[in-house]
């Protein structure tokens, strides 16, 4: 491919990534990024963590294929990623799609460490195990440096403030589509395009009393929550599989409700028009003590794309 000349639509961890891997190659490369900077919606919207495999427990392919994706994601942004954190696994004592036998047996199967551990504030009497684990945090901000730095060095073009359309892809040899929710709106046809479910997801941002600290935890697995830390902050992102889903389509698009269509990809919104705060911290207190005094500061608002009808394994194949 050396010499040819590609367009990668996307400034988000994939497009940017890409586009230095096809520079470094030899190909021409122009990124488009609608947004003002790279890593602005999906890869900006989310917990932040370097997965390794652990939150997978139905799914060992995706398990699998996360720790083996670690080690090429440290060579390129090693300083983005920060590993002072203790991680912790919790089972739930109820309604737990696996038990802490079964999660013990898929850790061991996919060579993932682990020793019993109980984070201070988790309620003992909820969970059936609780587990340190070996995961790391990434530093958004420090990533978004390297991403724009390599883009740099490799010498690729970068378009910000720039929706790529079908006439700007013109002239172009070969075209990444690296826009996650929004791939199919720029498929050659309709044979290249492919159903996916759309979960339009709130990420709220708080600050949690000092037993929190430094600490990230996952409830599994089913219907649960979990918590990171923001790397350099004294703020937490706040995950819950049920409440932060404001709406859920399967299609070629995302349908995206009216109250919050406006907050989408649009960085942290201090007072959302609608939120779902009150409903992760009533369904945590089962699992958290203390967790009733968490300030909120804003909620981050994007929308996720995985495939259809994989809730029995709840896989995440990268395509």
Known sequence: MSGARVAVVGGGAFGATAAVQLARLGCSVVLFEQA????????????????????????LET????LRS????????????????AHH????????????????????????????????FLRRRSVELALRIDESLIDVDELRRLCAANLTAAGVEVRLRTRATHRDLRGFQHVVL???????????????????????CEKPLVRLPAAFANHSLVVMDGPFMCLDPVVGTD?????????????????????LPR???????????????ATRFPRFISSAREFLVGFEQAEHLGSYFTVRAVLPDLEATDDRPTL
């Open 36 to 59: 003002d900077q790279l890593l602005s919606a999906a890869s900006r919207a989310n917990q932040r963590r370097l997965h390794r495999g652990y939150h997978y427990p139905r799914g």
């Open 89 to 120: 696994i919790a089972i739930a004592r109820h309604r737990s799609l696996v038990t802490a036998e079964q999660y013990t047996a898929f850790c061991d199967a996919a060579g993932l460490r682990y020793r019993e551990e109980y984070p201070p």
């Open 235 to 255: 703020t937490f992102l706040l995950g819950n599989v049920d409440h932060a889903i404001h709406a859920t389509t399967v299609g070629l698009h995302p349908l």
């Open 259 to 273: 109250q919050v269509a406006c907050c989408v990809d649009r960085g942290l919104i201090r007072h959302p028009p």
């Open 178 to 200: 690296a826009t996650y929710a929004s791939i199919n709106d720029l498929c050659p046809g309709s044979e290249a395009r492919r159903r996916f479910q759309f979960e339009v």
């Open 70 to 85: 670690v080690k090429a994601f440290e060579a390129e942004y090693r300083s983005a990623i920060h590993d002072g954190a």
């Open 63 to 66: 398990a699998t294929s996360a």
